[in-house]
């Protein structure tokens, strides 16, 4: 039987209690041995006349949302559990991870031209493993593999945890051929046997399923002060433009207790921002028929529930901002004053063809009663222009809106078809130049109000959560105010997760700069 040490190398043993024998020369193998999955079980033994070993370092390329993020950090924490670090780079890595996005056509593309970087890597390192993650992987599943043969694990969004698992199987494999390439010359048996094997086991691993979650797993936060909790995933919306719940699924909340538990962790452990994470976030809790849902979340984080940190959530959906989430909002002093409202259209014929399930004048008045409710408040929004046959007036509805709403940023996109999804489908599509125009039109209107907001800021004193030293100047640091402002800051000495007064002295559309105020 094949037992596997990890404790501080890649050694194999063989055998049962006293009488297991080493198979490689490491002598510092320590005390701890836990038995290998039955997959590698067999073909382990000869790692060292191969060369083959469980990668010991990895690098993780993220692509695309919070949740993606989230994500990495999971999967990081998966890979250190098994011995695995964090390579500075992917050229010193034995493991890359490309977690991705397919919101858009360009994020596809990113990832897509990446993949001829990798042939190489491959040839100079024999345990070298690619795996493709995240949203894309579940929407192109075999196709990667077919169109990128360099990729070994294709890991769609419900399986996340399986991971070691799976690296464990590629591993085997590897053994398992270079044992059979090594007898290969010595008869023309042996040789087909080889050439069939490759063709079975040579070829990467597609783990898409269209069920599962990580949402029970703890937080693994890359940051010390501030961190990410996921409190749902998938989406029931179905929006025709969105691909999300194509490869997210459908509503899966998480017990509300578990999420209490993980703030409060987390909050005791001395984190001082937290976001709160849903594809769909505001319709937490329908699935589990929690009451109020996701206003009885938030009036259970409170400071004398979980003690005081800043609180914030992404992304909600308009239409399921309720009186009484607005009104949790409001009591609860952790809740910063700053939230994601995504418009994506300012006409009432768009919307209801992008199945968005409320009209301009019922943002607006949502937008009007958060102002009343909570002083201060930040509110940013995503727009789509393009969509479907949107014409010249009804692009200049949304105008209307931005100008009305006076968002503070927003994340402005020309419509990308999504295959799929029902608006790939929908005839008479506003051509691609006049698409840019109206994109470039909407961003100089926002722009102008991002502006003009930010000049009126001027003078303010703000605590500012610092994330770190700018990359340009060491005695620069850059933080985030409750509305989270950008705001730069210099300071001779290393302020990095503090919480620190400042005053706001210019103002630029993206942000702040300002000094300390002791």
Known sequence: KTLNCRKLCKCFLVGKGKDMEHKCNCTNHGSEIEESSEAVSGAVCNAKETQLHWPTSYFIQTYGCQMNVYDSEIIGALLEERGCHQAPEESQADIVVFNTCCIRDNADQKVYGRMGDFKVLKEKNPNFMLVIAGCLAQKDKQVLVERFPQIDIVLGTHQVKR??????????????????????????????????AKKELGSGLVKVEKKGNHLALKACPSSTFMAMVPISVGCNQWCTYCIVPHVRGPLQSRPIQDVITEVSRLVKGGFKDITLLGQNVNDYGRDLRIEEGFAQLLKELTPEKVGRFRLRFTSPHPAYFTQAAIEAMAANPNVCPQVH????????????????????????????????????????????????????????????????????????????????????????????????DRLHKLIEVQNEISEELNKSRVGQEVEVLIEGPSKKNANRYTGRSPQHWLVHVDSQEDITGQLVKVRLDESYMWGFTGSLVK
């Open 341 to 436: 409202l995504p418009l994506q259209s300012g006409d009432d014929r768009i919307l209801e063809v992008m199945h968005r399930r409320y009209n301009s004048r019922e943002f607006l008045d949502l937008v009007k009663r958060m102002r009343q409710a909570i002083p201060n408040l930040c509110i940013t929004t995503d727009i789509i222009v393009g969509f479907a046959d949107e014409t010249e007036e009804e692009f200049q509805h949304t105008l209307d809106v931005v100008r009305a709403a006076k968002f503070d940023t927003a994340f402005m996109f020309a419509y990308s078809e999504r295959p799929g999804t029902p608006g790939s489908q929908f005839a008479n599509r506003v051509p691609e130049d006049i698409r840019m």
């Open 163 to 196: 991971l070691p698992e799976y690296v464990d199987a590629i591993l085997a494999n590897r053994v398992a051929l270079a044992e059979l390439k090594a007898k290969a010359k010595t008869s023309a048996q042996a040789n087909r046997n080889f050439r069939q």
